[in-house]
């Protein structure tokens, strides 16, 4: 009896080890997608996800890797380099809300957690490019990326996570 125990206990841990690698190698891989378009929407879920299935802690851990990967591999250009904090903020208030509102309604958790980065990804962004940014237009070009797109994007990252976590019923 106590050898069944054991290796339940160990398959389990198996199994979130296997999760979280899995997550992990994905938030890596998403920034590589050559269109934002994808990539927000993508991460976002992924965000979304990792909540559900690996809780709170270790979807704190992913809220670091895609920006430092976007840096890292020049997807994010170096004069938005400034907003990398910003952003991981953001990502950090988007899984905190999430999971305090999601267990009573998902859609809550993801249209709160998603307003709220918007919200503060937007007011940082624009104080920031106004302070660093000195080209008009490349200004501009940062300050779209950073408005409604990042609440477009973490709404769809909703949508998306959602879909899967329904396939594999896990809501």
């Given at each position: 009896m106590a050898e069944s125990k054991v290796e339940v206990l160990v398959d389990k841990k198996v199994v979130a080890s296997t999760q979280l690698l899995g997550v992990v190698v994905l938030a890596?891989?998403?920034?590589?997608?050559?269109?934002?378009?994808?990539?927000?929407?993508?991460?976002?879920?992924?965000?979304f996800i990792?909540?559900?299935?690996?809780?709170?802690?270790?979807?704190l851990l992913v809220?670091?890797?895609?920006?430092?990967?976007s840096v890292s591999v020049g997807i994010l250009p170096l004069v938005a380099l400034p907003l990398v904090p910003v952003i991981i903020l953001g990502n950090i208030l988007l899984v905190l809300l999430f999971n305090y509102f999601?267990?009573?309604?998902?859609w809550l958790g993801v249209v709160s957690a998603s307003l709220v980065k918007f919200i503060f990804i937007y007011s940082l962004a624009t104080l920031l490019v106004s302070e660093f940014i000195s080209n008009v237009q490349l200004a501009k070009i940062v300050g779209q990326t950073m408005g409604y797109l990042q609440l477009i994007s973490a709404l769809l990252g909703g949508i998306i996570a959602w879909v899967f976590l329904k396939f594999i019923k896990r809501i």
């Open positions: 890596i891989l998403f920034p590589l997608f050559p269109l934002r378009e994808i990539t927000g929407p993508l991460v976002n879920a992924l965000l990792a909540v559900v299935i690996l809780g709170v802690r270790n979807a809220c670091f890797l895609p920006s430092i990967m999601y267990k009573k309604n998902f």
